[in-house]
């Protein structure tokens, strides 16, 4: 579907065309990008896709700058800062508990690595062209893209803190 007929798509099917516009944008924006915007190179992602099970779910641990996430108790600290990152870069897209232009998270941490997460979060573009998990979900869900939000890993790994508590 090419990004004319999906921004139709969206514009015509929502009452407020103002949302639709903001859709149309962010759509061209995450379709945007050039070589200099990518945090890896597929030369140096290659070697981590390869070293889990791509089509597991639970052992891909994505394409980007994250190789090992370590899990202890949820860090309470961590979990409000998430939520406030969550709320403002992520919810014109996501809401937390059901579908929306995105997939919801909650109980992504059943469904997906940590490092997945994360690299999903913050190398979205290359995660959709080179992923298999995220290439699947984009053409399966009829999902729009996800808009690269140019976040650093520290507060990536407070979302996924946050995507913890919504088992």
Same mark, same amino acid.
């Given at each position: 579907? *090419?990004?004319?007929? #999906? ?6 099917? !929502?009452? @407020? &065309? ?6 149309? +944008?962010?759509?061209? $924006?995450? *379709? ?5 915007? =990518?945090?890896? &190179?597929? =030369? ?8 889990? @099970?791509?089509?597991?779910?639970? =052992? @891909? ?7 090992? +996430? &370590? ?7 961590? +979990? ?10 992520? &919810?014109?897209?996501?809401?937390? *508990?059901? %579908? #929306?232009?995105?997939?919801?998270? %909650?109980?992504?941490?059943? !469904? !997906? *690595?940590?490092?997945?997460?994360? @690299?999903?979060? $913050? ?15 984009? +053409? ?8 690269? =939000? ?12 946050? #995507?913890?508590?919504?088992?």
């Amino acid at each position: 579907m *090419s990004i004319s007929i #999906f921004i139709n798509h969206y514009t015509m099917t !929502r009452k @407020n &065309t103002a949302y639709g516009l903001l859709v149309a +944008v962010a759509l061209i $924006l995450a *379709s945007c990008g050039g070589a200099g915007d =990518q945090k890896t &190179t597929g =030369q140096a992602a290659a070697p981590a896709a390869a070293a889990t @099970n791509p089509d597991d779910p639970m =052992q @891909n641990k994505g394409i980007g700058p994250v190789k090992s +996430v &370590t899990l202890g108790t949820i860090d309470e600290a961590m +979990v409000q800062e998430g939520k406030a990152l969550y709320d403002l870069k992520c &919810t014109a897209c996501h809401k937390a *508990s059901e %579908k #929306f232009i995105g997939p919801a998270p %909650k109980g992504i941490m059943s !469904r !997906r *690595s940590p490092e997945w997460i994360m @690299n999903m979060i $913050l190398n979205p573009e290359e995660m959709i062209q080179k992923d298999p998990i995220a290439r699947k979900l984009l +053409v399966e869900s009829n999902l729009a893209p996800m808009a690269n =939000q140019h976040l650093t890993e520290a507060e990536a790994r407070k979302i996924l803190e946050y #995507f913890r508590t919504l088992e």
